[in-house]
C-alpha cells in the first residue's frame, strides 16, 4: 500500500481560493497516475482532477477552469489548487493512487 498524507483543507467564503497537498512517496509521484476525488454529504465519491506521470492533467467538468493539479517530484508533493470557490465545492476531498486512498481532508465553503 502506498501512504497518501493530505492537507491543506480548511473553510473559506465563496469566492476563495485553497490549495490542497498529497504527501507521498517519490516513486509513486514520479511514476505513477495520481489524482482527487471528493465526497459531499449524501453524494456519492465523484473525481475531481488527475495528473499523469508525464504531467497531463485532466478535470472535472465542475472545476475545470478553476482549478489546477501540479506535482512536485523532488518534494514528492501533489497539489491541487483550487479558486473561484462554490458551496457546492464542500466536500472531503481524497487523494488517490489508485487503489489506495488517504484520509481525506475537508474543504468547507460557506
Known amino acids: 500500500h502506498v501512504q497518501l498524507v493530505e492537507s491543506g483543507g480548511g473553510s473559506v467564503q465563496a469566492g476563495g481560493s485553497l490549495r490542497l497537498s498529497c504527501a507521498a512517496s517519490e516513486y509513486t509521484v514520479r511514476n505513477n497516475r495520481m489524482g482527487w476525488f471528493r465526497q459531499a454529504p449524501g453524494k456519492e465519491r465523484e473525481g475531481v482532477a488527475t495528473?499523469?506521470?508525464?504531467?497531463?492533467?485532466s478535470f472535472a467538468d465542475s472545476v475545470k477552469g478553476r482549478s489546477t493539479i501540479s506535482k512536485d517530484n523532488a518534494k514528492t508533493t501533489v497539489y491541487l489548487q483550487m479558486n473561484s470557490l462554490r458551496s457546492e465545492d464542500t466536500a472531503l476531498y481524497y487523494c488517490?493512487?489508485?487503489?489506495?486512498w488517504g484520509q481525506g481532508t475537508q474543504v468547507t465553503v460557506s
Open positions: 495528473i499523469a506521470a508525464d504531467g497531463s492533467t
Open positions: 488517490t493512487n489508485l487503489p489506495d
